[in-house]
């Protein structure tokens, strides 16, 4: 956990010292299969003009600790229709999938490790703020469908 805060820390730094290709975000996270709903927190990089790189962490609001790491590439190969700044960009990636139950000094946890495959749209709202939207397919053991949206900075 000190990672994953330390890591973010550094990606809300670096987006606000002038480095123009990377971009942080906030949101939330649903999961279908289970009725998963959380809050995320995004790093975003971009490459190059064809590719970009994105880190996201998910806490999840159940009776018992979840939370979902993906770690994913985006291509950046579309422009839709003449609203400017709109982006569609496909993305894959792995996806990180954490449960864990504890009762009293007994703790029992499960991990799955497995493949996303999605879209993110990106609107532009403001010069330093884009709305985004992410329908997902995560496929492996625990496969499902969700939906991330939120604002990148």
């Known amino acids: 956990m000190k990672k994953v805060i330390f890591t973010i820390l550094t990606m809300i ?5 002038g480095f123009s290709q990377f971009k942080v975000g906030a949101g939330v996270n649903t999961l279908f299969d289970g009725g998963y709903f959380g809050l995320s927190a995004k790093g975003h990089y971009t490459i190059n003009e064809q590719f970009a790189g994105q880190a996201s962490f998910t806490y999840f609001f159940e009776d018992f600790s979840a939370w979902n790491l993906d770690l994913d590439v985006h291509y950046n190969g579309f422009q839709i229709g003449d609203l400017e700044g709109f982006r569609l ?8 999938f954490r449960t864990s139950v504890s009762i009293g000094a007994i703790t ?9 495959i999605g879209m993110n749209g990106t609107v532009p709202i403001t010069d330093s703020l884009d709305l985004y939207i992410e329908p997902k397919f995560i496929f492996g053991d625990g496969s499902t469908f969700g939906i991330a949206a939120g604002v990148y900075f």
Do not use: K, Q, R, Y
């Open 89 to 96: 960009t496909p993305f894959a990636g792995l996806n990180v």
């Open 13 to 17: 730094f670096l987006s606000t010292t």
């Open 108 to 116: 029992s946890g499960d991990t799955d490790i497995n493949l996303n």
